[in-house]
DNA sequence: TTAATAGTTCACTAATTTATAAACTATTAC
DNA sequence: GTAATAGTTTATAAATTAGTGAACTATTAA
């Protein structure tokens, strides 16, 4: 089935956006470009995880980098991103506010 | 730190989106709900592992469940959904445009 | 009350993802 | 050329997720 594949590839894209770390860093570049060492700065952690972390993201057009000097800059490849990253943490927060009706109506 | 935990649970959820059946369900019920076994005759595969995903979307409120005599329905929790995926095939078809531009200028 | 339908849960194995640390590459400065 | 800076890549171990089939639960029908 030719749908399974476009499936797997849309999956793999929204797969990119389910961890912490990389949550984190889309949360970051919102409205502005970093580099890699400014990121890591605010993330913390080791310089390797994030770096994967970021090629992941990288590979699968969340983000976006160029390389200036020594620096490598990322931002979000589109506003898109940042308008599903937005919508998804809307579907968090109705989440939690159905936990806490159901715990109000005990 | 207090947005760890932020990250971790908006994490959780566009998770919950990466995986091709669950992709594949999302797209099912865009403008319809849809008992379990409609939903297993489209997809294939075997009832228990439908069941697993269904169960992983329904607790991270991507969808929610209503049970009626002995059916299951399921539909998508908001349509915000409806539009994150939405917006993430796009960034995938972009992806994939970059791909096409990239080759022709060879 | 027995059987059928509709699905969920459980136990287990296999596959994938993640974190870590060390090694490596590329650019700039001395 | 040598060292420093800025990051990437690779290897490996640990953790998590996914797929399978059997067992289980709940509702309806005969």
Redesign the pocket.
Known sequence: MINKKIFKLHADVC?AL??P?RIEVIDLLQDKEL???DI?AVTG????????????MTKKNILK?KRE????YYSLSSDKVAQACQLMREVLIDSIKNHIDLIEKM
Chains 1, 2 share one sequence.
């Open positions: 797969k389910g961890h770390l580099c890699f060492s890591l952690g080791l310089k390797s995880n994030l770096s994967q972390h970021l090629s992941v980098m000097g020594q620096c490598n």
